[in-house]
């Protein structure tokens, strides 16, 4: 690892664990009753402090806040589900305290979400618990995730690929130095990428689904996702 390539890292590292989801969403999580109703509304919770924790570990990402203002929205409304859901795997499998991921499970599963969901969600946060992601892959893969040049209306996507490819070089050269007795694993990691885009579908149906039972969101989760 070069020492730009060090320099790099640690930018990520810091940003990615400068912002945790804030305790108080936690303990809620043990403490309010198990309605269907109550269990949206602490979803609704995770999911605004899981975008605003995204948004500031975004804005930290080198180079980012030097591209095309109209570019930054549409590569955090396009990643935000992917960012959302590897942070909340990443947090199902390691951070949780004893008792709370099968709390957090329960409530998952009384929230109004379809089955069909259900299962592809736990799928994925199942695979990546398996991965025993250390916090510089976790970071470098979440930043690779959001520098995602194809997101739908990036208008310079060459800007997006500068930024994101040395975070995919130092990835790659991290995998091989963190898991010598494992060769494929990088490509493991990119596998979950692959994953992660099959969840927008998904995701997209369930907000849907709540959309139409009038359940009610908040102006951020509004806004970055159009509902
Ligand atoms: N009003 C809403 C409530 C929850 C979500 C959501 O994406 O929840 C995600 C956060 C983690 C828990 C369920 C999934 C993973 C979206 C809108």
Redesign the pocket.
Known sequence: ITKEQDALMKLIVEAYNKHQIPQDVAKKLLQEQYSTEEN?LL??E???S?VQVLVEFTKNIPGFLSLDHEDQIALLKGSA?EA??LR?AQVFSRKMPEGHSEV?EER?RK?G?SEEFITP?FNFYKSVGELHMVLEEQALLTAITILTPDRPFVKDQPAVERLQEPMVELLKKLCVLQHPQEPQYFARLLGRLTELRTLNHY?AE??TS?RVND?K??PL?CEI?DV
Do not use: G, R
């Open positions: 949206f979803l609704t995770i999911a605004t899981q589900v959302m859901f909340s957090l998952i929230s979400i969600l995701h369930m907000l709540w359940h969101f908040t989760l996702w």
